[in-house]
């Protein structure tokens, strides 16, 4: 487990992957060995299908809901943190953090983690932190 756990670490920096995207303590060893061994199997994937037309990696669908009433959210802008596991989309004047799973076993969530609200916040810019712990988001309010 410890060899698996310290090649994902690798990935996780040589690919800029933001850190929380993988819960390192609670992974089992097959799932850091998956994890780990993702961007190669997919490098592979794409140059050997390269003629071919390439098919969606996974097929989860993602229907965000309103935080407070269930009911649809409309998404206008959208951007996937670097590792695939978040996605911040701004829409209905607010800025929402979805966790998409680091596991596409589980179903998405419907509901976002953290909810930026303010008057007609929209994304504008984001990326994490020096120490990939973090994300900084820039968000334009009306």
């Known amino acids: 487990k410890a060899v698996w756990r310290a090649a994902l670490e ?5 690919y800029g992957i933001f850190r929380p995207t993988f819960p390192l303590d609670e992974m089992s060893k ?7 061994c993702g961007p190669h199997r997919f490098v ?4 050997k299908n390269s003629a071919e037309r390439y098919k969606a990696y996974q097929n989860r669908t993602f229907l965000p809901r309103e935080p407070e009433y269930g009911q649809s959210y409309t998404v206008t802008n ?3 943190v670097p590792g695939g596991r978040f ?8 800025v929402c953090l979805w966790d998409l799973g680091h596991n596409f076993g589980q179903p998405i969530k ?3 983690v953290a ?9 504008e810019v984001m990326c994490p932190s020096v120490d990939g712990k973090q994300l900084v988001l820039a968000v334009k309010t009306m």
């Open 30 to 36: 097959d799932d850091l060995e998956h994890a780990a």
């Open 10 to 14: 690798r990935v996780i920096v040589q």
């Open 115 to 123: 909810v930026v609200e303010g008057n007609e916040a929209t994304l």
């Open 78 to 80: 959208m951007a996937l």
């Open 87 to 94: 996605l911040l989309t701004s829409g209905n004047g607010s």
């Open 44 to 47: 592979e994937h794409v140059e």
């Open 110 to 112: 419907p509901f976002p």
